[in-house]
């Protein structure tokens, strides 16, 4: 089974835009640490003072340190790849079903 394109550039833009939609999460521990990504963060920025809890103005405003994992990226990827292609490929058995029905 060959994986769809579209399906694949569908589940990056979904990964990428969910991680400015969904808020991070606040580790204050030394340095303020803010992490970003569903459902496994991958973005990880530093800062010395606490902030908001949004990417975009944490990434923007000025930070002491910033880490990308592109791994956990690429689980995100393949995990909403996956639950993308289910939820496409879903309808079509129903309809095929009911057209089977009806005749």
């Known amino acids: 089974m060959k994986p769809d394109q579209n399906d694949?550039?569908?589940?990056?833009l979904v990964c990428f835009f969910l991680s400015f939609l969904i808020p991070g999460i606040i580790f204050t521990d030394g340095l303020v640490r803010y992490e970003f990504g569903f459902p496994f963060w991958y973005?990880?920025?530093?800062?010395?003072?606490?902030?908001?809890?949004?990417?975009?103005?944490?990434?923007?405003?000025?930070?002491?340190g910033l880490s990308i994992n592109p791994l956990?990226?690429?689980?995100n990827v393949m995990i909403m790849y996956f639950v993308i292609h289910r939820i496409r490929k879903r309808p079509n058995k129903r309809r095929k079903t009911e057209k089977e029905v009806v005749k």
Do not use: R
Request: no cysteine.
């Open 72 to 75: 956990f990226f690429l689980f």
């Open 8 to 12: 694949i550039v569908l589940s990056l």
């Open 43 to 64: 973005i990880t920025v530093y800062q010395t003072e606490a902030g908001s809890v949004w990417l975009g103005n944490n990434f923007f405003a000025g930070n002491a």
